[in-house]
């Protein structure tokens, strides 16, 4: 056939160019643009020398960095106490110092302007905890490529917290707890009410709210709430059927328990005996003892009903207002609600 070869070499060609970017290619498109649309970072611009302050504000571009200046020592922890800034430019060794000491868990990337070039003054500066260091007299061009590496830094690292956050929501498995991820409740729990309507099989959700958890945070500390919660998630999991009943967390201190192939009554005394299990043995939390209850609500179905739009979503409504009714009936207890298919 005349034309043959070209017809195939071409077709090669357009495969090649349709094929998606590697992995790699990809990463690095997905970086550029996200750097590309970050605001400015911002910085705190520390100089207790005024003219030198000033030509410091002249020379950083507002495109470069977000400034913001601080005239003496005290002014300028103040400013970084209140709002972290992930770039400082400073003149003193001891706002150096002082921040480095802080013991939060950021820290910024810190240039030094030295009152002289020289080995002794930047070494004084590294040595303090600067990650950079000019002399006052710096050219343009070799300051703006200062700023510009720390900028660049600054931007790296906003990239990799937002991607470690999007990573966390994507994830199955809640970091926390080691149960199902809300996401993982809202993609699974529909498709096992889907399941069950499709056999006409029971199924039941069980919705629980640990009780007063903000008092617990309140008088005890975050770090405390966290241990109870990494300790609540596993201990529901320990009273159900292993590879057939599911935990998800999904609110900070409100749990669903997927049921399948329970119907209402047996959902009741799951729920019953979680509650027990809850409330019998203390948590330990920090270096303490301390016991805690939760409310329960209850969505039975004896039989899924098939054909029903948004069923999980209801079943989900129901449960909730179950759980809503314990709680103002006093907490620590159990409440259900079943729900019927309509020739029940
Ligand atoms: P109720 O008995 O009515 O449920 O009262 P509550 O205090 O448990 O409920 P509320 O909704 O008022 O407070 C829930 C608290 O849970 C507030 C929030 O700070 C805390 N919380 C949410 N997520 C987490 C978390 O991951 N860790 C810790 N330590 N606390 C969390
Ligand atoms: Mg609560
Ligand atoms: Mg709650």
Redesign the pocket.
């Known amino acids: 056939m005349p034309g043959g070869h070209t017809t195939v070499i071409q077709r090669v060609l357009e495969r090649r160019g349709q094929r998606p970017a590697s992995g790699d290619e990809g990463t690095t498109a997905t970086v550029a643009v996200m750097v590309r649309v970050l605001p400015p970072p911002k910085a705190l611009l520390a100089f207790e020398d005024a003219p030198l302050r000033a030509l410091m504000e002249g020379r950083v571009r507002p495109d470069m960095l977000d400034c913001e200046s601080a005239a003496d020592e005290a002014q300028a922890l103040r400013c970084f106490e209140a709002e972290f800034r992930p770039v400082v430019l400073t003149d003193s060794a001891e706002v150096v110092r002082k921040i480095r000491a802080r013991s939060a868990l950021r820290a910024p990337y810190i240039l030094y302007v030295a009152e002289l070039d020289d080995s002794a003054e930047r070494e004084a500066g590294l040595t303090a905890g600067a990650d950079d260091c000019v002399g006052r007299r710096v050219s343009e061009r070799e300051f703006e490529a200062r700023v510009g590496a720390a900028k660049r830094i600054a931007e790296l690292e906003t990239v990799l917290r937002i991607t470690l956050a999007e990573n966390r929501k994507l994830s199955a498995i809640d970091d926390?707890t080691r149960v199902a991820s809300r996401r993982f409740f809202g993609k699974h729990f529909p498709r096992e009410v889907e399941r069950a309507a499709r056999y006409a099989r029971s199924l039941s959700l069980i919705l629980c709210?640990?009780?007063?958890?903000?008092?617990i945070?309140d008088t005890l500390g975050?770090a405390a709430?966290?241990d109870i919660?990494r300790q609540f998630g596993p201990r529901l999991q320990r009273q159900l059927r292993k590879g057939i009943d599911w935990v998800a967390r999904i609110g900070?201190?409100e749990f669903a328990i997927v049921t399948p192939e329970t119907d209402y009554e047996s959902a009741l005394a799951v729920a019953r005996k979680l509650r027990a299990a809850v409330g019998e043995t203390a948590f330990r939390a920090t270096s303490k003892k301390l016991q805690v209850t939760a409310?329960f609500g209850v969505c039975g179905m004896d039989r899924v009903p098939v054909g029903e739009s948004r069923l999980a979503e209801r079943v989900l409504k129901i449960a909730d207002a179950a759980l809503y009714r314990s709680?103002k009936d006093g907490?620590n207890r159990v409440t259900a609600a079943i729900l019927k298919g309509r020739g029940d």
């Open positions: 926390l709210d640990i009780d007063n958890f903000k008092k945070n975050h709430g966290d919660l900070g201190e409310s709680k907490r």
